[in-house]
């Protein structure tokens, strides 16, 4: 069957904004038509979603599957998590996906990360499942999604503390600035450059992402020094908590009876289909 036009345009915008993020040239959709179980959406992850890439960064792809009922009814546990590594080329990639069931239930616990994947602009595959979920993300919001990103940051920094290197440090400064403008806006911004204009944020951002951009493993020491680098991180886990003191987020998720429902009806359409 031919794709309708308005298909083939849709295709060709997701392309684009692929290109300008800085994925390389590699034949993504192929990744599509390798799974066992159809994919309910795919979105790249990582440093490019992040904005930070470097020349030789992995492409990280993540996603939601959907499993057949048989797979959850019987004997054996259902693969909920799948990964799979691979290269073309020159360019090294993972695809990360979870049951839609499982995915579902992360969302609900207040993870950001899943969060992040689900609303990442950078599209390699979506469905009308996909769309739904969309829906849902203002309903999925919460104030404690702070604990998700102040968590992260520590982790981070703990790490930049021991290697010194841009990776680990970029991280931490993205999390603290995508919890702060979540708290502040109810929406979920995981582009460093985007935030760094959005939100007072320390000035040598931009400078640190050139840094990385030239080589994924370069350290920091070059751009900024490091008692100024605990002073701002400091002072960006205290805007965090402030945030989170005066958001209007909720304290739960409102979504967990429709997220029910978009499960029941994507699994009872997909168990049809194979009928």
Do not use: C
Request: aromatic share 4%; no cysteine; glycine share 8%.
């Amino acid at each position: 069957m031919r794709e309708s036009p308005a298909a083939t345009e849709a295709d060709t915008a997701r392309e684009a904004v692929l290109r300008a993020a800085g994925l390389p040239d590699v034949d993504l959709g192929a990744v599509v038509a390798g799974q066992d179980d159809p994919l309910v959406f795919a979105t790249v992850s990582g440093a490019h979603l992040y904005g930070f890439p470097s020349r030789d960064s992995d492409v990280d792809l993540r996603g939601a599957h959907l499993l057949p009922a048989a797979a959850l009814l019987g004997l054996h546990e259902p693969e909920e998590t799948r990964t799979r590594m691979w290269e073309q080329g020159r360019t090294e990639l993972d695809l990360v996906s979870h049951d839609l069931r499982k995915f579902a239930r992360m969302l609900l616990r207040r993870n950001g990360y899943v969060l992040e994947q689900l609303v990442s602009p950078l599209v390699v595959h979506t469905t009308a499942v996909h769309g739904e979920l969309l829906a849902l993300v203002p309903d999925l919001l919460t104030a404690h999604h702070a604990h998700h990103y102040r968590g992260f940051a520590g982790t981070q920094w703990r790490l930049f503390e021991k290697t010194g290197e841009l990776k680990p440090l970029l991280y931490t400064l993205r999390v603290l600035l995508t919890g702060i403008h979540l708290m502040d806006s109810g929406r979920v911004q995981p582009h460093l450059p985007t935030l760094a204009d959005e939100l007072a944020a320390p000035s040598y951002i931009p400078e640190l992402i050139a840094a990385k951009e030239e080589a994924e493993h370069g350290t920091a020491g070059e751009v900024v020094g490091p008692e100024r680098l605990r002073r701002d991180v400091e002072a960006l886990h205290g805007r965090l908590d402030a945030a989170q003191d005066a958001t209007a987020l909720p304290d739960a998720p409102g979504a967990h009876e429709a997220l029910h429902d978009l499960l029941v009806r994507a699994r009872t359409a997909g168990a049809s289909a194979q009928r």
